[in-house]
């Protein structure tokens, strides 16, 4: 499930960038965790549900590095090109390179689904963004199960609907009152799934 709120508060390389996309993820730090997470963010190997908010294409190493570069800036003094597509080769998550010849030159392109440059601009401009939430009910399945299965979901909203922020309830019925919902933490469970943002509770209190 997607909600939008308010909040209070095609790309080449660095130099095209816009002052209002540099100025909301100048925070990132040029690490192997970050691209990891910048990727699974703004990309996909499946064709989003909004599909036209992205580009579709086959991009080589540098466009990748290119786009990386324009959210950390700094990624250029630490690791190289390669290097970033060595990760994302060994990671899985972002589909497989495939040699292709451009012109006289054999070049390994990698096919993805890419958010469009201008969609980050309307974002941050109109400061709406748009919420996941995600819930399971009670089983008796194990507990790595629910932890994947709720990982999956997090990630889906994250990466095919593109929400900025994703909730979590992990264990109520479907049929149950959504303030009836989270009454019982899950710490455990919920330490085990990243890129969320709390529970049931938490989106009450936007």
């Known amino acids: 499930m997607t909600i939008t709120c308010e909040r209070n508060s095609t ?8 002052s209002d996309k540099s100025n ?10 970050c691209v990891f997470d910048f990727f699974n963010c703004v990309t996909s190997i499946d064709k989003p ?25 700094d990624i250029l003094d630490v690791y190289s090109p390669a290097q970033v597509a060595d990760w994302l080769s060994k990671d899985g998550r972002f589909g497989h ?12 392109r990698r096919s993805m689904w890419i958010i469009k440059d201008e969609h980050w601009a309307s974002v941050e401009s109109h400061g709406w963004i748009d ?3 995600a819930r399971k009910s009670r089983t008796n399945e194990p507990v790595e199960s629910k932890v ?17 922020k994703v909730y979590l309830s992990f264990q109520c019925p479907s ?9 019982k933490p899950y710490p ?19």
């Open 24 to 33: 909301s993820f100048n925070h990132l730090k040029p690490t192997k965790h």
């Open 188 to 206: 455990d469970l919920m330490e085990s799934v990243r890129h969320k943002h709390g529970d049931k509770i938490a989106v009450v209190r936007l």
């Open 148 to 164: 994947k299965s709720m990982q999956k979901m997090t990630d889906c909203l994250r990466i095919k609907c593109h929400c900025a």
């Open 49 to 73: 549900v909004n599909s036209e908010l992205y580009t579709f294409g086959h991009w080589n190493t540098t466009e990748l590095f290119n786009l990386v570069k324009s959210f950390m800036p």
């Open 175 to 183: 049929a149950s009152k959504l303030q009836q919902r989270d009454t």
């Open 131 to 133: 919420i996941g939430y």
């Open 97 to 108: 390179s495939q040699v292709a010849r451009i012109r006289s030159k054999r070049e390994r």
């Open 11 to 18: 790309w080449s390389d660095s130099s095209s960038v816009s």
